[in-house]
Every structure is written in C-alpha cells, then in structure tokens.
C-alpha cells in the first residue's frame, strides 16, 4: 500500500509498505477513502518520530474482520468512519487498522470525505456536553447558557449543532471574528456571536449575560479565556477545555473561582483509546452521529476545504491548519494512487 510518512528532515514522503495484517481481536482492516485533518496533527508533526504515519480521521470499507469485531456487528464490504487512535498508524494511508469499538457505520448519505470530517470533532463535542458537562441527550437543558469559544473551528462547529440538536441548549452564544466565520456559526445555530478579539467581558454585558454563563467550552487559548470567564460564569458554572496549556498554568487559583463553586474539565477524544477505558462509547457516539447526519440535523457539513491526498498537498493544508485561518474542516479523497 501507499502512505505519507514523516522523513527524517522532518517532511512528509511518500513510502511503499505491506498492507497491515489484524493483529487485534477488535481490529478491523480499513480501505480509506476519505480522510481529515485535525489541529493536532501539526502539533504532532513538529515531535513524531520519522516513520511516523498521521491522520485521526477517516472513513472507508472493511476490508477484514477480527473475531470480537465481527461480534459486534462488523463485516466485511461495511461503510465506517473513525477517529482511529495515539499509538497506531493513522489515516493518511490506504490502509489502517481500526479498533472496531471506536468506529461506526459511515453516513449513508454523506461523501466519503463529508464522513471523515465528523469523528473526532463529534466525539470532543459529545464528550464533553454528555461525560464532563453531565447533560443527558436528547433532553431539553434550555436552562443552560453555553458559550463556546472559537465556534468556526472544526470542534466548535459541531458543538454548536450538537448543542441544538442532542442536548437541548436554547441559548448558544458562540465567538466569531470575521465575517464568513460568523455567518458560519449562525448557520450552525448560534443564537449570539461574540468578537474574540474584542474583550469578552463587555460584550457578555452588553447581551446581559454577565455572570449567567453555566457552560463555557473553549477550543482555544485555554490559560486566557478560562482567567477572561472566572467572572462571567454563574455559580457552579462549568468551564471544558480541549486545548494543553503547555507551560502556562490555568487560573483557577483565582478566589472567585473558588466562590463560585466552578468546575473545570479536560477533554480528549484520544484518551479513552490511549488508556484503555470504555472505548465502545465512542462506537454508540458514532452510532447517533450516524444516524443524524443522515437526518439531516447537524447543520450540514462542516467541510470548507476538499483536496486530493498527495505529498504537496498533505504539507500545504498543513501550513494552512497551523496558520490559524482556517475553519471548519479540511478534507481530503485517497485515491488509488497516492502521489
């Protein structure tokens, strides 16, 4: 098979390998037909060792079947979508090994690409409304005010459909700063749009929702916004947060965090493969997805961008995904000959 792997001079290459065998009792042998790029795949890059194949994201027909994958229903010739995990070769291949508790049944009526934009970022969003929010889906929770940071992001773009769509939140305030991107994220079902390069401070004021704010999830800049909203959260208000902080320490040492009872949540769609824990979570996860993007209730696909896999363009939407300037999701079809 093909794959783009990471060289020693730290660029991508193009390298010829055996299609891997199930090595697994859940594993399943994917053909990838569609693939996406996530943020932390630039961040990955910069450290991975040479040899190392990228990519989360993907969807594509089983081509083999490990015994305890087929228990759960998967055969060969089925249409999948995954996030795939840390630790095993990724997506931008045409083959990958799949844990069949991480993946669902593809979308019947999405694209192959259209299909790969959704696991990861669905599964961050579902994660963090249902396991660290405590929201029951498909429940009416208008009592909340959530606020998203950073809502055109590929993350913050499925929060804001979930969030409308499964968890039942009426009032979704969600952060914008050009003009594409905040009709992006009303189109989405953002029923306010805040500039996050404004202070946000005066503008929660200004919508009279200062210190009403009982969820914020932030995709961005964790150690500034989390410190910006200490003040703005209600009384046990909850604070998620989908981005490592590095060096820098989050402010919860502020006393008004402690008055106000907050909570504070990590979210990693990666962790519960990397450490082994209810990894058929995100196969039921997937399962919904599934079923509503075929509905039609996630808003419509995320998808802005839709290249051909090849080496230039795999280092191209690189550089476009660390710039910091996209939104929405980047995409890419495997064909059968990778160049």
């Not at 199930?22 to 991975?48: C, W």
């Not at 009403?212 to 209600?234: G, N, Q, S």
């Not at 058929?280 to 997937?286: A, D, M, N, T, V």
């Amino acid at each position: 098979m093909q794959a783009i792997q990471i060289n020693a001079s730290r660029s991508f290459s193009l390298a010829e390998l055996p299609i891997p065998s199930l090595t697994e009792p859940y594993d399943i042998l994917v053909r990838v037909r569609g693939i996406a790029l996530n943020p932390g795949e630039t961040k990955i890059f910069q450290s991975a060792p040479a040899g190392t194949i990228l990519g989360f994201d993907a969807s594509g027909v089983v081509e083999a079947v490990g015994p305890q994958a087929e228990a759960l229903g998967f055969k060969k010739g089925d249409a999948v979508f995954s996030a795939g995990a840390i630790g095993r070769a990724g997506s931008n291949a045409q083959y990958q090994l799949v844990d069949a508790r991480l993946a669902g049944k593809k979308p019947e009526s999405l694209s192959w690409e259209d299909a790969a934009a959704l696991p990861l970022v669905s599964l961050t969003a579902w994660e963090m409304f249902e396991e660290k929010f405590r929201l029951k889906p498909f429940t009416d929770n208008s009592n909340e005010v959530l606020l998203i940071v950073n809502g055109a992001g590929g993350v913050g773009t499925l929060a804001i459909a979930l969030a409308k769509a499964v968890f039942g939140i009426t009032r979704i305030i969600a952060t914008a700063s050009r003009p594409h991107t905040i009709e992006w994220v009303k189109k989405y079902g953002a029923t306010d749009v805040l500039n996050h390069r404004e202070p946000l401070g005066p503008q929660l004021e200004a919508l009279g929702v200062s210190s009403k704010v009982t969820l914020a999830f932030i995709t961005h800049d964790t150690p500034h916004y989390t410190k910006e909203l200490l003040a703005h959260m209600r009384y046990q208000g909850q604070i998620g947060c989908i981005v490592e902080t590095g060096n820098e320490i989050v402010p919860l040492h502020d006393p008004i965090a402690f008055y106000k009872s907050l909570s504070f949540h990590w979210e990693l769609e990666a962790g519960k493969a990397l450490y082994g824990y209810d990894l058929e979570s995100q196969g039921r996860i997937l399962t919904h997805i599934s079923r509503l993007a075929d509905e039609g209730t996630l808003g419509g696909s995320p998808v802005t961008v839709r290249k051909e896999l090849s080496v230039a363009n795999l280092t191209e939407m690189h550089k476009v995904q660390a710039s910091g300037k996209s939104y929405g999701k980047i995409v890419f079809t495997v064909p059968e000959t990778i160049q």
